[in-house]
């Protein structure tokens, strides 16, 4: 997915001379060519991650168009002061690219997890939040991020997933896309969490329900006119993430449901708080263990509506 990403990036950068791309000391190999085609435009700021983030600032500041790379937590958390002051509070055109959602980095283990970020991205002032699902879908965020004029947090995750079905969707930010449609309930996925939910919907076909799956590829700004439609027309809302449930899509989803005065089951679907620390894997047995594979993830649906 990010080679995908930034080889979009390359060809942006090539033809215009003011796009900037920094990186952390990350992304070697992937960064080649960019560092071939435009040198000038190709800052490695070594593990500097707040460094990085002042210099984009900067480079904003004078006019240019500025991506900064690095694995999540070490961009969204050792960074987030600098983001905040810097970026947020000048509504800068910076672009964070962060790489790793989730349980992405598997083994890695908790340092390189990337389950926080959605919250703290989300509550930042100006800050938008874009969470691409396919390579398909990451290479068009690229396209949108160039002529996208706010502050932009792009979490990428899981490389190789591409679109499912055959199925193309035009994306715009800020308006989620309804994948299939179903009457009894509604499946809100985010990022990786999309194709799991789509299989889920299957599972819960055989068991009788029916149910519409749709990619909320913007955590902010959040569609909430479609949100409120499928309050309307469905008896459960469930949200699905590869995030803290605290924080991320379902706490921005149940924000709305809130104020909508929902009298249908809700239940958000996600990381627990707090951690096992005896589970240690690859990024598919964590899902398993944590319920986010698509059995886990219609059994939590089943079991919530016969409560």
Same mark, same amino acid.
């Given at each position: 997915?990010?080679?995908? /990403?930034?080889?979009?990036?390359?060809?942006?950068?090539?033809?215009?001379? @003011?796009?900037?791309?920094?990186?952390?000391?990350?992304?070697?190999?992937?960064?080649?060519?960019?560092?071939?085609?435009?040198?000038?435009? /190709?800052?490695?700021?070594?593990? +500097?991650? +707040?460094?990085?983030?002042?210099?984009?600032? !900067?480079?904003?500041?004078?006019?240019?168009?500025?991506?900064?790379?690095?694995?999540?937590?070490?961009?969204?958390?050792? &960074?987030?002061?600098?983001?905040?002051?810097?970026?947020?509070?000048?509504?800068?055109?910076?672009?964070?690219?962060?790489?790793?959602? !989730?349980? $992405?980095? !598997?083994?890695?283990?908790? $340092?390189?997890?990337?389950?926080?970020?959605? +919250?703290?991205?989300?509550?930042?002032? =100006?800050?938008?939040?874009?969470?691409?699902?396919?390579?398909?879908?990451?290479?068009?965020? +690229?396209?949108?991020?160039?002529?996208?004029?706010?502050?932009?947090?792009?979490?990428?995750?899981?490389?190789?997933?591409?679109?499912?079905?055959?199925?193309?969707?035009?994306?715009?930010?800020?308006?989620?896309?309804?994948?299939?449609?179903?009457?009894?309930? &509604?499946?809100?996925?985010?990022?990786?969490?999309?194709?799991?939910?789509?299989?889920?919907?299957?599972?819960?076909?055989?068991?009788?329900?029916?149910?519409?799956?749709?990619?909320?590829?913007?955590?902010?700004?959040?569609?909430?006119?479609?949100?409120?439609?499928?309050?309307?027309?469905?008896?459960?809302?469930? $949200?699905?993430?590869?995030?803290?449930?605290?924080?991320?899509?379902?706490?921005?989803?149940?924000?709305?449901?809130?104020?909508?005065?929902?009298?249908?089951?809700?239940?958000?679907?996600?990381?627990?708080?707090?951690?096992? =620390?005896?589970?240690?894997?690859?990024?598919?047995?964590?899902?398993?263990?944590?319920?986010?594979?698509?059995?886990?993830?219609?059994?939590?649906?089943?079991?919530?509506?016969? @409560?």
């Amino acid at each position: 997915m990010r080679q995908a /990403f930034y080889n979009k990036l390359e060809e942006i950068a090539v033809k215009d001379k @003011d796009v900037y791309i920094l990186t952390g000391n990350l992304g070697f190999k992937f960064f080649d060519n960019i560092r071939k085609n435009c040198p000038a435009q /190709f800052i490695d700021v070594g593990v +500097a991650e +707040a460094n990085m983030v002042g210099i984009s600032s !900067g480079l904003a500041l004078s006019g240019k168009n500025v991506y900064c790379y690095s694995i999540i937590p070490f961009l969204t958390m050792r &960074a987030y002061e600098q983001i905040r002051i810097d970026v947020a509070y000048h509504n800068l055109n910076v672009k964070l690219v962060g790489m790793g959602a !989730g349980f $992405t980095y !598997g083994f890695e283990g908790f $340092t390189h997890f990337g389950i926080e970020d959605m +919250a703290l991205m989300r509550a930042m002032p =100006s800050m938008h939040v874009v969470v691409p699902d396919t390579i398909e879908n990451a290479v068009k965020i +690229a396209q949108l991020s160039y002529k996208y004029p706010f502050p932009l947090y792009i979490r990428l995750g899981r490389a190789g997933i591409k679109n499912r079905d055959g199925k193309d969707f035009d994306i715009e930010i800020g308006k989620g896309i309804i994948l299939h449609e179903g009457k009894d309930i &509604a499946i809100l996925s985010i990022g990786n969490m999309i194709a799991p939910s789509l299989q889920a919907r299957d599972v819960l076909k055989n068991a009788g329900i029916s149910a519409t799956v749709i990619n909320m590829h913007t955590l902010k700004p959040l569609d909430v006119e479609l949100i409120k439609e499928c309050l309307a027309a469905h008896k459960g809302i469930f $949200t699905v993430e590869e995030h803290s449930v605290i924080g991320g899509l379902g706490s921005a989803v149940s924000e709305v449901l809130a104020e909508g005065s929902y009298g249908g089951v809700f239940k958000r679907i996600g990381i627990p708080e707090v951690l096992d =620390s005896s589970i240690i894997g690859t990024a598919d047995y964590l899902w398993q263990a944590y319920g986010l594979n698509a059995e886990g993830i219609s059994k939590k649906i089943i079991g919530a509506l016969e @409560d």
